[in-house]
């Protein structure tokens, strides 16, 4: 058995969740068409999912609109705020997600000026200097994340709320690494936009959310039906929809246990790795998620390291899945400030609820029995 | 319950959910696609065996086939990004008016950002003739899209026979072909076709997945329409779903297995239930004889007005067969083209028989539909027998 510590790339399914979903793979039940029968049990079903949705991230249920995941939650809340809109500006944290970064720089090609917002080497941004962007001209559209997927850094989106909104413009929030880890409520955040995955939270792959409040102006991405209040057609995922709506309730029930298991491990990981020569952990000491620790060992390049110990049996990142095979250091790393020689060296471990003391303590090993094999090579 | 929408979902195969469940329950198969250790790998080869299995139905490579969450999404993704990729600006595209709404809607958009738009009128067959379509093109037309199979009433569109002469032409030919896949044979090394959309849940695959196939020689090039982490070669972003993907590629291949045998059986059926209906006098069938897939039968009932006729039948699954195009609210052109008027347009059923419709079922649904027409004629004031 392999020991999995990827769980910011995806993660099991949850045999409960699965136990949920599987009256929607069989039988009548599936067929969403609203007008039988068994389609009406099917609309109920999306109806309950998006209920306990709706509880975990502290939303209204109506506020909830099913996408295929978190990219494209996050595709239709920058293109579907600025879509016929007059183009202002679309401001991004220098460290998020591609699937937020990608999208805001294509909007370049629609008119829009696209700005990054600067983040500091602890992973956090730089408040006055913030303000001043927003103070600079128009904004229509900003985008944060609350947890980054690479260091697990935890960004107090609070804050931005006010001065995104004085400037005019709406704040998007990318939770997605952010949903089941730490606690979320979308109502009292006032941000206007959230989007949030199933299968970052033991929930099926292939189904997300974006949480809109009543007020934003959204535009769809996709055109054709009238599903999910015409902002987004095409038939329903049921089984899908039932599955993140039941690893919701989970991670909802499960929450502080979890997160107080996977703060166990990291401590536990983080001090192995401060005895090792030549270990810097990223963004350390900033407000990080529990589960999330991203290092480089000096003298190490982050995919030789990697694929090292996957040989051994150990599933761990460079950095986001999203961006792997591409043979750069982490965008993440480098729009911290980091250098490229240590970006390049980047090792993410990211623990899930099923994960063991036992798993750290051999990965430490091996990790210890990797960098000092190779070091006679190093010194000929 | 006996259900006979076929045309617009299907039960999932027994054999598909199987092929899916070790995706959702085995403790080493859940790894994210994209990663680079040893669940990665085996996820991804997951999803590429799904790829051949979806490209050998279809008759094109492998590396021509783009996931999407489903048809919706593949029939945006086709329009709106060649579209975009070649500039919209004084651009003419070439559709029908009996196209699905996920092209209609699309289409109704891109009118409002520079794309002009000619909307073709089926004519007396219900059909799109290739010669309409020819005589619809000018000097700016960038692309045709049209449907293979309509879903109303089954009938085919001479798709095969148009892609050549649009390829002569230097024009981008779209087919939606949701409800053409696995039914009647696509070859796509044959058949100059640029992209092609299709559906997992209408072949007894999952709900949420589907496929948009690709051209690379000559290549057709799409601006993306979800953007990230550059997965499906940059065309389509996110994290690929193992488990939709798996169920989409057995159930591609199932189809391909099964679709000689399901093609004589249904074809069987369809004329079994149409023999039985023509019990009532004054009906009218919407559905061709000839070109038409064989599991889809839509017939017109004089005197019994749609809606109601499909409230006097809560043991039947079926859908009425004047499915207005959403994003007209007009009858459907499709059964006007054939010569119905509106009431009797509006008095129709389309029963759309699939892989698990028994004749038990077939005779079973007969007889209601035969009472319910018969009652309800009975108590219509405007109903004279003798006419």
Redesign the interface.
Known sequence: ??V?F?NN?????D?RV?EA?LPY????Y????S????GRAARDAVERAREQLAMLAGCQSREIIW??????S??LALKGVTEGALPTRVLYGATE???VL??A??LRARGWGVETVAIGRDGLIDGPRFERQLAAGPVRLVSLMRVNNETGVIQDVARAVDPVHAAGGWLHVDAVQALGKIPLDFTALRADLMSV?S?KIYG????GALIVRADVELAP??????QERGLR????????IVGFGAAAELALQELDARAAHTQSLREQLESGLRSLPGVQIFADGAPKAPNTVQFAVAGYHG?AL??Q??RK??????G??????KGEPSHVLLGMGIAYEVADGAVRVSFGKDNSAAEVEQFLAALAAITQAAMPAMQP | MIYLDYAATTPLDPRVRDAMLPWLDAETHFGNPASDHAMGRSARAAVEQARTEVAALLGCGPDEIVWTSGATESNNLAIKGALEFRGLQGAHLVTSRIEHKAVLDTCRYLETQGLRVTYLTPQADGLIAAEQVLAALRPETAMVSLMWVNNETGAINPVAALASQLRERGVLFHVDAVQAAGKLAIDLAQTPIDLLSVSGHKLYGPKGIGALFVRKRPRARLAPQIHGGGHEQGMRSGTLATQQIVGCGMAFRLAGEAMADEAHRLLALRERLWTALQVLPRIYRNSPAEAGVPGILNVSFDGAEGESLRAMLPALMVSSGSACSSATREPSYVLRALGRDDELAGSSLRLSMGRFTTSAQVDAAAAQVVEAVTRLRAWSPLWDAAA
């Open positions: 058995m392999p999995y990827d790339a995806t993660t099991r399914l045999p699965l979903m793979l069989s039988g009548p599936g067929n969403a068409s007008l039988h029968r068994f996408t295929s995941g978190g990219t494209e996050d595709n997600h591609p699937a990608e999208t720089e294509a995955s299968h099926p792959k292939g189904i991405l996709h055109h054709g039906g009238v057609g095409g038939t329903e995922n049921v089984a899908s995919e990697l694929m110990l996957d049996g150990f599933a761990v990142s460079s986001s899945a999203c961006s792997s095979g």
